[in-house]
């Protein structure tokens, strides 16, 4: 499965990719489009991408969280394109033997997505358009 | 007295995104550049007026070769895939 | 929707009913049948619960929750009866406007339903049984 | 010298789960008991044996009369619902 897709994310199937019999713990985190940003009304988000880096980085974010954690599992996969209101931009699942280990590694996992992932983000508005970038962590 | 050699340059593709690929109008374009030139060289090439204004225009950039981050210090090489890489918006 | 089902839990159907479009995130988290425990194999779980009770504090789980983070919607199953490893015993999903409260609120609530909620817990074990206590978190 | 007064007493409904519903071979049981006598009482009088060892069989227990937990001191009332509550085991 690719990291980053155009497709809309099932969040079931990818929490069943990290599925283990060792395992006793499932974190997932859906990252969703929301109606407003700081006070303002939104009605889609265009994620753009660097393809090939992106493919990499996502892959890089895998690997620190299996070096981390190395007993868990994880799958995540962002969607670019056009998304509107409530749709799911990023989903990640993470599968470990505890779960405190489940959720460290999950939260870990999309703030460094969002701090390292070539991803952009176009808020639409009613009336116009503004890139936004991501506060850091 | 000899005409000076003709200072070396090197030729990198530049990858554009987000409000930068908007301002220039594409996604890509080709540049040449001083041999030795930093990654943050590519910056005021293709955007003399907001370089110059300093107002940081759109926001820090971060800047990757061959797919890989690297510092602005970083020396560019001849067939380089550069990337300006502004803010990013991904989650 | 009951809180204790001795139905097969759903993770889907409880992470959509905690959309909503002013949220930007929802975590999820799945406690799942392991097939050992220190050290142990395990071939089953048996649930059992108060009924009465079960509900009444995982009722207050959810209030708890939406106390400490207001802006957020949460929905949280606990399943009884014998459990095949691989299956799911508890789904919780919370929704939120910011992601730190989504896996903060998410975290709290799986603590606080593992302290307070009368549910047991029998290891089936491949020669025999055990009934099994939380350690406190 | 009169005869004693009886001592007054009080009938409740225990609701037994996990290792001491199997201990007990019920899951509900009626129990009288001295007016006035706190939750913890309950314990002896239905397993006198492993109360007297002291071990704490099956773990600490917490109590609950009326689906709601109480402290080990509350005193109980005739027609009370209480339960033993072993230790949870639920997620």
């Known amino acids: 499965m690719p990291f980053v897709t155009r497709e809309p994310l099932d969040l079931a199937r990818i929490s069943r990719e990290v599925e283990s019999p060792a395992h006793g713990a499932v974190c997932t985190f859906a990252g969703v489009v929301r109606d407003h940003d700081s006070g303002q009304p939104v009605v889609a988000l265009e994620y753009e991408c660097y393809p090939e880096m992106a493919e990499r980085e996502m892959g890089r974010v895998r690997d620190d969280v299996l070096a981390r954690w190395p007993g868990c599992r994880i799958a995540l996969v962002h969607r670019v394109g056009r998304l509107l209101v409530g749709e799911v931009s990023v989903a990640i699942a993470v599968g470990s033997p505890h779960r405190a280990e489940a959720f460290e590694a999950c939260r870990h996992a999309i703030d460094t997505l969002k701090a390292t992932v070539p991803i952009w983000k176009k808020e639409i508005h009613p009336d116009g358009a503004a890139w936004k970038g991501n506060r850091p962590a | ?91």
Chains 1, 3 share one sequence.
């Not at chain 2, 890989?68 to 991904?90: F, K, R, W």
């Open chain 2, 1 to 91: 007295m000899p005409a000076p050699t003709p200072r070396p340059t090197i030729r990198v593709v530049v990858r554009l995104f987000a409000s930068l690929r908007e301002r220039l109008g594409t996604d890509r374009i080709s540049l040449d550049l001083p041999e030795g030139a930093p990654a943050s060289a590519v910056f005021p090439a293709l955007f003399p007026a907001e370089a110059s204004s300093g107002t940081g225009w759109p926001g820090p950039l971060m800047y990757a070769v061959g797919h890989a981050y690297v510092t602005a210090e970083t020396p560019l090489a001849d067939g380089d895939e550069v990337a300006l890489i502004p803010p990013l918006g991904g989650g």
